[in-house]
């Protein structure tokens, strides 16, 4: 057995030829039992259903190359496939009838291939002129998903309106319609929001927002993209405006970092601003409180301020410089603390030394001489010590114009007790001075410190 195309033989069971595809033909054989045999020589009948059949496999293609855009569009070619199958039966009846008959003359033969052909030739440029009308509102459909992704949603409406008119029953094209104008729609709400939080009316906005998400919930189609992001921006400016008008009445850190951790995990220039207003609060507050105690010289008090203010503002430049301005002051006072220790503990010393070696100062003496020649002394002393002093003794000394000794003695003060810088008086008599043109010098003096 071998193909009447190309001499190739086949096996028994071979439907179509190995080398050059074309299907092998076959007649019946009656005998015991009716079976089919593909034989290389074709019937008339066999070539007539050959020529058939290759038309509808060569429609079929078509069809599935169509098919595979979007099979809602060959629904009309659909309708011209069954229409060839009409003509396949229409041959199939022509071979049935040269079957019950004696024989079929080629002229016959010949007109109905003739007219078999010319239904494929009909029906391949029907499925071209369908091809091109659906490649025609494919790319129409194409041109309006790019205007509408653009966001030109008339553009894109007046293009899926010209593919309608092209292919009026094709739901896609609807379908399309009815989501661009949904997308419009949440466009329009969502204008409306963005007014009422630039008019600040917060509670509008906030039930406006809530409509616009009821509305945008489930919607996962790429057109939707942009409306999702202005959403989430919308989103997120109610939630900063919240924020703001709280903002005012918080006073302490504790309340403002809490604050401020809400406001790190929001994006947008909104977010980052009133960021900012929190930090600049932080700050202030802190500032504040430290002045206040390094003034009250709490200088630890006031690095654990700044350490909690910085627990909420890691790494903060101005709360480390304020810092630093603490640890200065600090080390300001201690340096003039130990200065000042210092001196006092000098001072301490001289007094001490004052107190122990000169605490009583003669500042005046009154010098009487009588008709009998003797000379009383009254002296005035006065203690200049740091402490009360008392038993307080004078020893003096007198000397005469010439500077010679003429006389000494030890005199008592009084009174017995001298607060400090009080003064005190002694009084002694020099006999037979004959003159009062004398000096009198306090020698030394001895005292008890209280």
Request: glycine share 4%; charged share 25%; net charge negative.
């Given at each position: 057995m071998y193909c009447h195309h190309c001499i190739r033989?086949?096996?028994?069971?071979?439907?179509?030829?190995?080398?050059?595809?074309?299907?092998?033909h076959a007649h019946k054989v009656i005998g015991a039992e009716e079976k089919t045999i593909w034989t290389g020589?074709?019937?008339?009948?066999?070539?007539?259903?050959?020529?058939?059949?290759?038309?509808n496999e060569a429609a079929q293609a078509a069809v599935d190359t169509i098919e595979g855009g979007n099979k809602e569009q060959v629904a009309i070619i659909r309708r011209a496939e069954l229409e060839a199958a009409a003509g396949n039966a229409a041959v199939e009846a022509v071979g049935r009838k040269a079957r019950s008959e004696t024989g079929i003359s080629w002229g016959t033969a010949a007109a109905l291939s003739v007219l078999a052909l010319g239904m494929a030739v009909s029906l391949?440029?029907?499925?071209?002129?369908?091809?091109?009308?659906n490649e025609?509102?494919?790319k129409l459909q194409s041109d309006a998903k790019v205007s509408a992704m653009s966001g030109d949603y008339n553009k894109a409406l007046d293009l899926l309106t010209d593919a309608s008119a092209e292919r009026p029953d094709f739901?896609?094209?609807?379908?399309?319609?009815?989501?661009?104008?949904?997308v419009m729609k949440l466009e329009g709400m969502a204008a409306d929001v963005e007014g009422q939080l630039l008019s600040g009316n917060i509670i509008e906005a906030e039930e406006l927002l809530d409509k616009l998400k009821s509305d945008f919930n489930g919607h996962k189609e790429p057109i939707y993209g942009k409306l999702r992001e202005k959403l989430e921006g919308l989103d997120m400016k109610l939630t900063v405006l919240n924020l703001e008008s709280e903002l005012d009445s918080l006073t302490n850190v504790k309340d403002l970092g809490e604050m401020l951790n809400v406001v790190n995990g929001l994006a947008g220039e909104d977010a980052s601003t009133l960021q900012e207003q929190i930090v600049n609060r932080i700050r202030t507050i802190t500032s504040d409180k430290v002045e206040d105690l390094i003034h009250k010289r709490k200088y630890t008090n006031a690095l654990e301020s700044i350490g909690y203010a910085s627990t909420w503002l890691k790494d903060d430049a101005v709360l480390k410089e304020l810092s630093e301005d603490v640890k200065n002051a600090q080390q300001r006072y201690e340096q003039a603390e130990q200065q000042r220790i210092e001196q006092a503990m000098q001072r301490a010393a001289?007094?001490?030394?004052?107190?122990?070696?000169?605490?009583?100062?003669?500042?005046?003496?009154?010098?009487?001489?009588?008709?009998f020649g003797d000379l009383t002394i009254e002296g005035t002393l006065m203690n200049v010590a740091t402490r009360p002093i008392y038993s307080i003794k004078v020893n003096y000394i007198v000397k005469n114009s010439a500077g010679e000794k003429i006389a000494e003695g030890t005199a008592d003060a009084t009174p017995n007790y001298v607060e400090p810088g009080e003064e005190m008086t002694y009084t002694?008599?020099?006999?037979?001075a004959q003159t009062d043109q004398v000096t009198v010098e306090m020698d030394h003096a001895t005292w008890y410190l209280d």
């Open positions: 033989s086949f096996a028994d069971d071979a439907v179509f030829c190995s080398q050059c595809g074309r299907r092998l020589v074709p019937s008339e009948e066999a070539d007539l259903k050959a020529e058939q059949n290759g038309l391949y440029f029907y499925y071209q002129y369908e091809q091109s009308i025609r509102v494919l739901a896609a094209l609807a379908a399309d319609q009815a989501i661009i104008h949904h001289e007094e001490d030394l004052v107190n122990q070696t000169a605490a009583v100062k003669q500042i005046d003496v009154d010098l009487t001489l009588d008709e002694a008599t020099v006999y037979g």
